[in-house]
């Protein structure tokens, strides 16, 4: 089955920096990879996702890149704000459902 | 929209109880998933269900651990007896066909 792995576990970068989360998947027919932030308390949100036929998708400061050949894929979050820290996570599907998830990423923007 | 509506959010039991955690998807999803959420294991796929039919149960650890959908808009996920290795936030997702997992809040489950 599917594995995703996710580093780096924690992040810590100053606010305004960016911020950058990869990803690997090992099953080359996922082709569905979702980026989620979970915050305190509160289930994952989904913030950007990817398709497999797309090799770039931007939403303000969220930028997600997928490299199919080499099986990877990243979060870029750019201009970093003290709401950004939240812990990250990635998955991948073959089609959209049975997420398979990454193990996290804490991020802290430090102000 | 509500979103998707767990219940309760914190249970406290003691070993051998039943526990049952309760869900209700968003209106016109057609897909529900149960996760369990811990420190080691991250976010685990426990089961799911298409249209009210268990799919994929795959990822239920033991027979100890049951989940219903007896309607589109209500699902359960049972625990008899529970273990103090249970304990983890369980989370509940609906999704339509296509992309689009909605999580709710959890149900953060602990076993003494």
């Known amino acids: 089955g599917e594995n995703v792995e996710q580093h780096p576990s924690t992040l810590s970068v100053q606010e305004g920096d960016s911020a950058v989360i990869k990803c690997t998947y090992s099953?080359?027919?996922?082709?569905?990879f979702p980026w989620y932030k979970q915050e305190l308390g509160k289930g994952p949100q989904l913030i950007i996702d990817?398709?497999?036929?797309?090799g770039e998708k931007k939403d303000q400061r969220i930028a997600v890149t997928l490299n199919k050949t080499a099986k990877h894929f990243s979060l870029h979050i750019t201009e970093t704000q003290p709401e950004d820290s939240a812990v990250y996570f990635c998955?991948?599907?073959?089609?959209?459902?049975?997420?398979?998830f990454g193990q996290g990423t804490r991020l802290t923007i430090n102000p | 929209d509500a979103g998707v509506i767990q219940s309760p959010r914190h249970e406290v039991t003691e070993m051998g109880q039943e526990v049952t955690l309760r869900c209700k998807p968003i209106?016109?999803?057609?897909?529900l998933f149960w996760y369990r959420q811990t420190m080691m294991r991250g976010l685990e796929l426990l089961i799911y269900?298409?249209?009210?039919?268990?799919?994929?149960d795959s990822g239920m650890p033991e027979d100890r651990f049951s989940a219903k959908m007896p309607n589109a808009s209500f699902s359960t996920l049972k625990i008899q007896p529970s273990e103090p290795r249970d304990s983890a936030v369980y989370f509940c997702?609906?999704?339509?066909?296509?992309?689009?997992?909605?999580f709710g809040s959890g149900t953060r489950l602990t076993v003494v």
């Open positions: 997702a609906s999704s339509p066909t296509g992309p689009g997992y909605t």
């Open positions: 998955a991948a599907s073959m089609g959209a459902q049975k997420l398979v």
């Open positions: 269900f298409n249209n009210n039919v268990p799919i994929d």
């Open positions: 990817i398709r497999s036929n797309v």
């Open positions: 099953d080359s027919a996922s082709n569905y």
């Open positions: 209106s016109g999803h057609d897909y």
